[in-house]
């Protein structure tokens, strides 16, 4: 793949065939945004065996939600996207 081409990623809400973000000596240009979500567990990590375990999310079952610039600028797309993981969302 070249700069800029995203292997055929298209966005979930309208379909359209996403691009990369474009990077130039002054800034850049998003091409598409990535929500990585899916079915979670609980799991426990300890890194030593003198440290406390830490218990995390674990994703399950990854699901990615690919969102063209011109649909996350949308307020009812933005608001999907920020209630992800609110357990009183409908979102999901």
Not at 13 to 39: E, F, K, P, S
Not at 45 to 50: K, L, N
Request: hydrophobic share 30%; charged share 25%; proline share 5%.
């Amino acid at each position: 793949m070249g700069p800029g081409e995203t292997g055929g990623l298209r966005c979930s809400r309208c379909g359209d065939v996403v691009q990369g973000t474009r990077h130039t000596r002054t800034g850049y240009t998003v091409g598409h945004y990535v929500l990585h979500t899916g079915r979670t567990g609980e799991a426990t990590v300890r890194r030593r065996d003198d440290e406390a375990p830490v218990t995390y999310r674990r994703l399950l079952d990854p699901l990615e939600v690919v969102s063209c610039p011109t649909c996350f600028a949308r307020p009812d797309v933005q608001r999907l996207w920020l209630a992800f993981g609110d357990e009183e969302s409908s979102a999901a």
